[in-house]
């Protein structure tokens, strides 16, 4: 069968589950345990014979062999004990449990994978409907599972521009399902003829990182893990840790992330009236510019720790970042001395799954300590002015940001030429020096040049589809700021009532 075939298959099954209530996400859980232990009952035949670390009685063979009630209790328990396990194997079974309450459905989704000999497929295969079911599940909206999902074209161009080399770590300190992680490892076999060393080390040493989200990370491991990144018994090299509580000490070649929407950190809690709270998290790191709360600007100053003096990264970051006072001045003032921040990527609207996110991506070097600031010139790519995407309708493809990596040049990336001119007022690609960055308020990085058509000719406004879905961008986006001031609110009435 063709990937498509067996993605279509699968999925089918999911519509008869979600009669019985069982969501997008549950049941791609479902899935991932139950896909593992028929991986795992494949290796430990001929001609693999490998000795794995799953208990006999938790085996592929006593699940198959079980029905009814009995297949309920048996897995039920198999999930539990899995849980207990060491490696990849506990971490995918951390939490587990059966949301499939009807036995005869739990059985025939155990026979659908049983006849199927997962093995013998290539991983580029098995990674392609897993990765298909991923990008099904990030359309659910109402799961929220869009956020661990950032598009495929826009990681694809990030590792392109830093075109990542063989024996060298990378890292994503918000991995989600592993998008970033997958994209330079295609890249890294795509453009490299690797010896029997260099396979070992992109296969067990290339890649780490961290996912707080038991759902979100044994998705990732599983991901990785059909794309032959990791193995059975191997560690798992996604840690359930929160990155940004301390320097681990480790330095990584790249870091390819986009850390998770939203500006604050916090965790919920219930008080003294039994209701909930939240509280927002302040990180105390000595190796922080400055303490604040702001999520984003944690995620900038924790990546430039996490970089060797010789790295790279690419991180994808939401406009406040560009041009919030305080703080955020402090975080842009004090990347561009320590770093070389020479490209911004500004992004459209319309090609997330969370709603009503402007983000940008920005791309900076490490750099040994310097008195004299390392940024000497900013690159700016405007991908947002007049550009119209939909999820659906007319979702970011990679040809769309060909111009973009064209005028990056990851070839030599000193050799720049401008497309804006006086002459050319509608270029997209602009260099502004330190200094007239400098010069600006709050040392903004929020820039703008281009003529926004919609606002000045009538005859071209998008179509209505895209104002409707564009509106709704806007409506949500104010929403989720009105319930950031009013959770704000409610926490100081709060604290002056304790007072």
Known sequence: MTSNAIISKVWS??????????????????LTYLLFLKMADEYSKPPYKRKLPIPAEYSWECLIAKSGSELEDHYTTLLRE?????????????????????????????????????????????GEIYEGLLEKNAEDTKSGAGQYFTPRALIRT??????????????????????FFLAAYDYLVKHNSLDKEQSQFLKFKTFSGNEIVANTRRLCLMNLFLHNIGDIDSESCISPADSLISDTGARFD????????????SMTFTNEEGEQERDDLTYNRQDFWVTTSNKQLNFVQH???MMKTTGQAAVVIPDNVLFEGGAGETVRKKLMETCDLHTILRLPTGIFYAQGVKANVLFFDGKPADKNPWTKEIWIYDYRTNIHHTLKKNPLKTDDLKDFIACYNPANRHKRKETYSESNPEGRWRKFTHDEITARDKTSLDIT??????LADLDNLPDPDVLATEIVENLEAGLESFKAIIAELNRNRSESHHL
Do not use: H
Request: hydrophobic content about 30%; overall charge positive; proline content about 5%.
């Open 13 to 30: 099954f999911c519509n008869t589950l979600r009669d019985d209530g069982v969501s997008y996400g549950d049941y791609l859980e479902q």
């Open 82 to 126: 899995l849980g207990k396990q060491k490696g990849m194997l506990g971490q995918i079974f951390t939490k587990s449990q059966n949301k499939i309450q009807d036995p005869a459905k739990l059985y025939k989704l155990i026979d659908m994978i049983d006849k199927e000999q997962w093995n013998l497929m290539g991983s580029d295969v098995k």
């Open 158 to 179: 990030m590792v392109e521009c830093l075109q990542p080399e063989s024996m060298k770590t990378i890292a994503d300190p918000a991995c989600g399902t592993g998008g």
């Open 254 to 265: 790249y870091v390819l992330t986009n850390p998770p929407f939203g500006k604050k950190s």
């Open 303 to 305: 990546i430039r720790t």
């Open 449 to 454: 040049w281009l003529k926004d058509k919609s």
